[in-house]
């Protein structure tokens, strides 16, 4: 995974909700290749703000049939990049960005007859707008089931968008849930929790075939969600899940070599290039002892959680501290978070370059 930036000029600006924005681009002739995605992927910008490199990554919430290439922006309490996108950054500005990536991803496919399932919560929702339009665009005989929860309807990013589509698509079944707003009905009032899920699935789902379910937004919720559909008897491949914020380990660190710390010699491989050094286990992660060599690495959240880092072990062992964004099969694979690696073997190889 290269570490390349493109400067974007921002085309726009756009408050959809008191403390969200979107950000279209105007991308040139050259970029528009660069910049092709799969619905669900998303962005990693960057750019110095108060002196400070600043690197964050925002879904994309245009669909790959839309004019505009955009991301969404919900403003965090002392988010540096957050606060700037949503009270400094105008139209004209420029932005650098990374090509688009993430797993958390569907591809539409215009012979398919599936029925898809979609839990979002807050700015959870910027990936899983773009995948529901993608759906409803190019695979007319599918059926899409979404549930979003949000504090109340101001709150809530996209609003009128979504109900555009729940007027325009019969195939469309939308459903709002309010933890502060009173919806006259208990199973929208409230967070998503299991017994939400319960009542949906008794409600909708329980006769039809599910081919998919996608959560984004808080730990919390991604969990209730898997965990309901997994003791659904729903195998582990259709439950899908981008997390937005990460408060524990989720999934099991990878490749484990020895328990007992080691003194390794680390090669680590981007574009060709290689820079070797010599790591402890316990010592720093092997992302920021490659940067430390001047290394050129990718990365944006430095948590786990955006997979930014990705990377395949070619030889020797790793161990990861979080892993909240690589599947299991691109783990069994080699592919590791640099961010969160640590060597276990005496000799490990790292290469960017694998994708
Ligand atoms: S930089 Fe985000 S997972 Fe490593």
């Known amino acids: 995974m ?45 750019m110095t703000i108060g002196g400070e490199e600043v690197r964050r990554s925002y879904s994309i919430c245009t669909a ?35 090509a688009p990536m993430g797993n958390f991803k569907i591809t539409p496919n215009a012979d398919n007859s599936k029925n898809y399932i979609f839990y979002a919560a807050g ?44 007027s325009e698509y019969i195939n469309l079944n939308l459903t709002y849930i309010y933890s502060q707003q009173d ?29 998919g379910v996608y959560a984004c937004g808080p730990e919390e919720m991604i969990m209730c969600v898997k965990d309901f559909y997994t003791a659904k008897g729903l195998a582990k491949d259709k439950i899908h899940f981008e997390l937005f914020t990460a408060s524990a380990p989720a999934k099991p660190a990878a490749q484990e070599g020895s328990s007992t710390p080691v003194q390794s010699q680390v090669t680590v491989i981007i574009d060709d290039e290689e820079y070797e050094f010599s790591l402890n286990t316990e010592g720093k992660d092997i992302l920021q002892a490659a940067q430390d060599e001047d290394a050129d690495v990718p990365f944006s959240c430095k948590g786990g959680v955006c997979c930014t880092c990705r990377a395949k072990v070619m030889e020797g062992t790793v161990k990861m501290d979080l892993n909240f964004a690589l599947e299991e099969d691109e783990v069994a694979d080699g592919f590791i978070l640099t961010c969160q690696a640590h060597p276990t073997s005496e000799k490990v190889v790292i290469s960017y370059d694998e994708y």
């Open 2 to 46: 290269s570490n390349t930036f493109y400067t974007l000029n921002v085309k726009d600006v756009t408050k959809v909700t008191a403390d969200t924005v979107t950000i279209s681009f105007d991308l040139t002739a050259d970029q528009k290749s660069n910049f092709n995605f799969i619905p669900g992927q998303y962005l990693t910008l960057k």
């Open 123 to 166: 700015s959870g929702i910027t990936p899983v707008i773009s995948m529901v339009k993608s759906i409803l665009r190019e695979e007319p005989s599918s059926n899409v089931q979404l549930y979003y929860g949000n504090k109340n309807s101001d709150a809530t990013i996209f609003k009128s968008q979504l109900d555009e589509l729940n």
């Open 183 to 211: 919806t006259g009905n208990d199973l929208t009032n409230g967070r998503i929790s299991a017994s939400k899920c319960e009542g949906f699935f008794d409600k909708s789902q329980g006769n039809i075939t599910i081919d």
């Open 64 to 98: 790959p049939y839309e004019a505009d290439l955009a991301v969404a922006v919900k403003e965090i309490e002392n988010g540096l990049f957050s606060g700037f996108a949503n009270n400094t950054l105008k139209a004209g500005d420029q932005l650098e960005a990374m």
